[in-house]
């Protein structure tokens, strides 16, 4: 199947899940995630309609951006960084991307804004949350997500758009859904607390439906529309 065709399929799957959630599928974005595919993937997604890339790798993303404008200037690309952030690598994420979803430390969100370029209109933000039963070290503990919060809604160049959590894989739709209903109710805490977010990132291939139930507003597909990676390449 090529790519356009995925896309044509990934499409279909958010509109079902959408409805049967009772939610306009216009109200969730599809994310690709291009990491480990070329300039070409991309492309051949874009001609298929596709506007918002998500993206890993610090370097390879930078080669990729410059590598699709050289090619395509005339395409206007939303590039979102996906991946975690070492704090001495922030620059050419501040310089290069429309949206960072892994934030979950102040001093990476200081330095972000610090450094966005002032021609730039501010980079668009998610906190990423480490929701109950995730074994990986990443993430903000709920419990500590209110006081980050605060910190990043009061940079000048930082735009606090939501939450994204990357669950740990489970194999039944109730466990699937219990961490994305908690990413929920943290938004509706932080609304609680005066601080109104619209975006709840979360959602990959496998668990796109599940997240779309719980309110998803942005879902990252890889696999589903580029096909399996090869990390070895
Ligand atoms: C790789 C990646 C994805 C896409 O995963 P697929 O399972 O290929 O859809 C989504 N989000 C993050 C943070 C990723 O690293």
Known sequence: MSIAQNLHQVRQAIADAARRAGRDPAGVLLL???KTFGADAV???ADAGQRAFGENYLQEAVDKIAQVRALRPELALDWHFIGPIQSNKTRPVAEHFDWVHAVD????????SEQRPAHLPPVNICLQVNVSGEASKSGIAPGDLLSLAQAVAALP??????LMAIPEPADDEPAQRQPFAQ?????QQ?????????????GMSADMAPAIAEGATIVRIGTAIFGKRDYAK
């Open 43 to 45: 492309i051949a997604a």
């Open 183 to 187: 990413l929920r109710e943290l938004q």
């Open 105 to 112: 430390r102040e001093k990476i969100a200081r330095r972000l």
């Open 32 to 34: 690709a995630v291009s």
């Open 157 to 162: 160049n930082l735009k606090l758009r939501g």
């Open 190 to 202: 932080l609304r609680s607390a005066g601080i109104n977010t619209d975006t709840l990132s979360m």
